[in-house]
Each structure stands twice: as structure tokens, then as C-alpha cells.
């Protein structure tokens, strides 16, 4: 437009803040197209790639395998030269490696250490449970609580933070005190907006017992009986309760719990792990340096996220299950 009213090459450069190259070359694809050729370049070619889509197969093969005897793990160097050995390319570039493995969202030089269950019948066996609990129809005669516990360390300053202001964010130092440890026992109810933080120096059999007592005569003092999902730990058990009570006391309280564990490395089945991670990242992520401080913490959270309602949305079925996972079930449908 500005070519046309009769503004120069320079002038039409200078408003825009380009090149005069840029509005020759776009004042030539208006003449050799149109107006929309002009405004979108042609794909450029770019550089041919160095690896066949077979030698990137192979590259990414290579890649998970074990790495040559006397190294820990592939480098990009490794892979490099293991390429050139393979194929009758007479160099490879680390860069060219890198690239391939990245578009493939492999990184062979890293690994995480990673708790791999065994699916057996007890596994499955103890998912379907607790996922079949937490699809069924609220019923206050019978809750299902999720429970579980969580240590937490206390961290005191060393010195005082400064405040934020304009233009700065709040600083804290690098160096800080540790104030020992306490224990937090979570209770959620798997069905409504409901769940309690109970804040113990340690978490004993004793603990426990106390815990389930609390559930039964304070949390819910009128429900017959209350399901318990919990993961495996030892002082998960019936046992805790006659270690920490008189026998009339202990089986009193388990006669209104019913346990229902989550299969061994699978606390992800534990509905309130995920209340657990909301907790630390809403109001335990800084520094805390006394048991008294954690407990109004914890109790002012907790207040506020019942008075909102705020429920966990559990979406992983038994369906769900037996569908995703059906290569890991034991006996194979028919």
C-alpha cells in the first residue's frame, strides 16, 4: 500500500523496521503471485535431513538399549559414534543426535528412580475394593474416610526475612534452623466436603489407636460403621488398637471400622494423598518453626476448605481399570 501511494523502498523500511531486502523480496512475490502470496512465504527447504526415518528407528533402538560395557548410560557422543559404526555415515554430530532424540522426547543420559509395583491378585484384588467404595452411593450409616499420615519438618530462620516491596520480591536466607519434626494424621471423607488434620509429635501405634477413637466417638459418633481406607504401614492394623487400649476399649472402637488397605506402592489409590499434596502446596510451603504455629496453620486451612465445600473428584473407576490396565491383570478376559 505505502509502494503504491509512492513512499520509497528506504522510507516504506525505516516506518517499518525492516530490511530493504524484506520489501524487495515481498514486493516481488506480489508481482510473480498476488496480494496473498505476497503476505506468506513460500516453505523453505531448509537442510536435508542427515538420518533416513530407518537410521532414526535405529538411533532411537540404540538409545534404550543397555549402554556399551564400561559406561553407565549413553551420551549423546556415544550414540553419535555408535551411529557411524552402524551406518555408512562417515560422522554424526552430537547436535544431530540431540535433535532426533528430542523430537522422539528421549533423554537417554537420565533415569528416575521409581517404585515399580508387581500386579498380582492381591493387587487387584485390593484396587477394585477401594475403587468400588469410593464409586458407590453416599450413605452417613456407613462412611468411607480416607486416612493417612504425613511428617513435616519445622523450620525456623536464622535470620529475618525482608518483606516485599515495589519492584522486589519478599527475600528470605539461605540458611535456616531445623526445629525437629512433627506428625500430621489426615482424615477426609471420600463422599462430602469434610476432613480434619489432628498434628501429633510422633505417630506410635498409640497414635493410631487414638486416631481411630477420635473417628468413632467425635467424627462420626452415630454412623454403625465407618470404612477406612488406608495404606499398608505397621501400625495400620487392629493390632495398634490392643497394644494402645484394654481389650473391652479396643474392640469397642473396632467393632464401629471396617479397614480397607490400598495394594502395596499404590497409595496413589488413597484419595487423600491428594488432599495432602493441596495442604502442602496451600499452606505448609514455607518456613514453620514450632509444633503451636502448625496446628492454628493447619486448623485455619482446614476450616476454610470445608466452609468452601471443596470435595476431591475422583474420575478412576473399576471400568477404568480393567480397561487401562487390562495387559496387567492376571488372568487375561476371554
Not at 496473498?36 to 535431513?49: F, H, I, K
Request: aromatic letters at 8%; glycine letters at 4%; charged letters at 30%.
Amino acid at each position: 500500500v505505502a509502494a503504491d501511494e509512492g513512499f520509497s523502498d528506504e522510507v516504506i523500511a525505516a516506518t517499518l523496521n525492516v530490511s530493504g531486502s524484506t520489501i524487495y523480496r515481498t514486493k516481488r512475490r506480489f508481482v510473480e503471485a498476488n496480494l496473498d502470496g505476497a503476505l506468506s512465504e513460500e516453505p523453505r527447504p531448509g537442510v536435508e535431513r542427515k538420518l533416513s526415518s530407518k537410521e532414526e528407528a535405529l538411533l532411537v533402538a540404540t538409545a534404550c538399549s543397555k549402554p556399551p560395557p564400561g559406561r553407565t548410560r549413553w551420551t549423546l557422543e556415544l550414540l553419535a559414534d555408535e551411529m557411524v559404526r552402524l551406518t555408512d555415515h562417515d560422522e554424526l554430530s552430537s547436535e544431530t543426535v540431540r535433535r532426533r532424540l528430542a523430537e522422539n522426547h528421549l533423554k537417554p543420559w537420565r533415569k528416575d528412580m521409581w517404585c515399580i509395583p508387581k500386579i498380582d491378585g492381591e493387587y487387584v484384588a485390593r484396587m477394585e475394593d477401594v475403587l468400588d467404595l469410593y464409586a458407590e452411593t453416599p450413605d452417613p450409616q456407613r462412611p468411607v474416610v480416607c486416612f493417612d499420615e504425613s511428617p513435616t519438618q519445622l523450620i525456623g530462620e536464622v535470620r529475618e526475612p525482608i518483606a516485599a516491596k515495589r519492584g522486589q520480591l519478599e527475600r528470605y536466607d539461605c540458611e535456616y534452623r531445623r526445629n525437629g519434626t512433627v506428625n500430621l494424621f489426615v482424615f477426609m471423607d471420600a463422599h462430602r466436603p469434610w476432613r480434619r488434620v489432628k498434628v501429633t509429635d510422633r505417630r506410635t501405634n498409640q497414635d493410631f489407636a487414638e486416631c481411630m477413637r477420635e473417628l468413632v466417638d467425635v467424627d462420626y459418633p452415630d454412623a454403625p460403621i465407618i470404612r477406612v481406607v488406608m495404606d499398608n504401614l505397621s501400625t495400620h492394623s487392629a493390632g495398634a488398637l490392643y497394644d494402645a487400649f484394654p481389650a473391652p476399649e479396643a474392640r469397642r472402637v473396632l467393632k464401629r471400622v471396617e479397614f480397607h488397605h490400598t495394594p502395596k506402592h499404590a497409595s496413589w489409590l488413597n484419595m487423600v494423598e491428594i488432599e495432602i499434596g493441596v495442604l502442602r502446596s496451600q499452606c505448609l510451603d514455607r518456613r514453620i518453626d514450632s509444633k503451636d504455629t502448625i496446628i492454628d496453620e493447619v486448623a485455619a486451612w482446614e476450616q476454610q476448605r470445608n466452609a468452601h465445600g471443596a470435595k476431591i473428584q475422583w474420575m478412576f473407576t473399576t471400568e477404568n481399570a480393567r480397561q487401562k490396565l487390562r495387559k496387567a491383570y492376571p488372568v487375561k478376559e476371554s
